[in-house]
Structure formats: structure tokens, C-alpha cells
């Protein structure tokens, strides 16, 4: 399984139009070799790198989506009406929805993940990660990771 975005590669630069420095949008996101056994795809984007790289304390979490149908291809820059099924998870800013890059300081790493689960998930009214996590314990049956990285152009 494979997730990777036609706006950054792997390891690379996330452009700011999708940071706080920009427009905020999500990023387009394209889903490969999804198992044919997958009953539903969760997507988790965080950041382990907070508040600083160099001394990272906590992992920021930016976007939770889950009940993703399985033939869900990706999902396109600034999704604004999510696939049928999918709901969303609470980020650490409080609300659901996307949450770009926003370093307070140094270049962060984001990480974005996708999981292939043999369920769907109940609805969990609007969890955490963590909650999501554990409800997802045993259900996974493939992984994918596509790493951004960022670091605030103005001061």
C-alpha cells in the first residue's frame, strides 16, 4: 500500500499554501495497492517533532479521518466533502478537519498514515488519535507513510 502527494515527495518540502502561512488547505493525496480484503482506510497526520525539533516534547496531531471507503483513490487539495462513510476524528487544535504545518520553531516533520483496516470502526464520535488507535488494535492489515517536512518562512 502506498500514499504519496503530486505536491511534495516523500522526505521533502511541504509547500506553504498548505501551512498556516498559507491558505491552510489540505494537500492533494493519492492511495495505491489498497488490500482487496480492506474494509475501511484511516488517514492520521501528526507531527513528532513538537514544539521543537530539537527538542521535541509532544506529538501535535493535525487531521484524523477514518471509515474511509476502501476504494477511496485519495483525496483531492482542500477536500471540502469527504468520501460517503468517512468521519472525522478531533485534531489537537480541538476541532475536526485539517490542520496545516505551523512550526513555532525549526523544521517539523509530517507525518502522514494510512491504514488499511478489515473493519469499519463504530462511530467514535469525533475521537482523539489516541482513541481512534485503540479502537483500530487488531484491525490492521497494511500501512502506509508519506513524510512532509516544514519550517515557518516568516518570522
Given at each position: 500500500?502506498?500514499?504519496?502527494?503530486?505536491?511534495?515527495?516523500?522526505?521533502?518540502?511541504?509547500?506553504?499554501?498548505?501551512?498556516?502561512?498559507?491558505?491552510?488547505?489540505?494537500?492533494?493525496?493519492?492511495?495505491?495497492g489498497?488490500?482487496?480484503?480492506?474494509?475501511?482506510?484511516?488517514?492520521?497526520?501528526?507531527?513528532?517533532?513538537?514544539?521543537?525539533?530539537?527538542?521535541?516534547?509532544?506529538?501535535?496531531?493535525?487531521?484524523?479521518?477514518?471509515?474511509?471507503?476502501?476504494?477511496t483513490?485519495?483525496?483531492?487539495?482542500?477536500?471540502?466533502?469527504?468520501?460517503?462513510?468517512?468521519?472525522?476524528?478531533?485534531?489537537?487544535?480541538?476541532r475536526?478537519?485539517?490542520?496545516?504545518?505551523?512550526?513555532?520553531?525549526?523544521?517539523?516533520?509530517?507525518?502522514?498514515?494510512?491504514?488499511?483496516?478489515?473493519?469499519?470502526?463504530?462511530?467514535?464520535?469525533?475521537?482523539?488519535?489516541?482513541?481512534?488507535?485503540?479502537a483500530?488494535q487488531?484491525?490492521?492489515?497494511?500501512?502506509?507513510?508519506?513524510?512532509?517536512t516544514?519550517e515557518?518562512?516568516?518570522?
Amino acid at each position: 500500500m502506498e500514499i504519496r502527494s503530486p505536491a511534495f515527495e516523500h522526505m521533502g518540502a511541504i509547500p506553504m499554501v498548505y501551512t498556516c502561512e498559507g491558505r491552510d488547505i489540505s494537500p492533494p493525496l493519492e492511495f495505491r495497492g489498497v488490500p482487496e480484503e480492506a474494509s475501511s482506510l484511516v488517514l492520521i497526520v501528526d507531527d513528532p517533532d513538537a514544539p521543537d525539533p530539537q527538542a521535541p516534547k509532544m506529538t501535535w496531531v493535525h487531521w484524523v479521518l477514518y471509515n474511509l471507503p476502501p476504494d477511496t483513490e485519495g483525496l483531492p487539495e482542500g477536500v471540502g466533502v469527504l468520501p460517503d462513510g468517512t468521519l472525522e476524528g478531533i485534531n489537537d487544535w480541538g476541532r475536526t478537519g485539517y490542520g496545516g504545518p505551523c512550526p513555532p520553531i525549526g523544521r517539523h516533520r509530517y507525518f502522514f498514515k494510512l491504514y488499511a483496516l478489515d473493519c469499519q470502526l463504530p462511530d467514535l464520535e469525533e475521537p482523539n488519535r489516541q482513541m481512534l488507535e485503540s479502537a483500530m488494535q487488531g484491525h490492521v492489515i497494511a500501512t502506509a507513510e508519506l513524510v512532509g517536512t516544514y519550517e515557518k518562512q516568516r518570522p
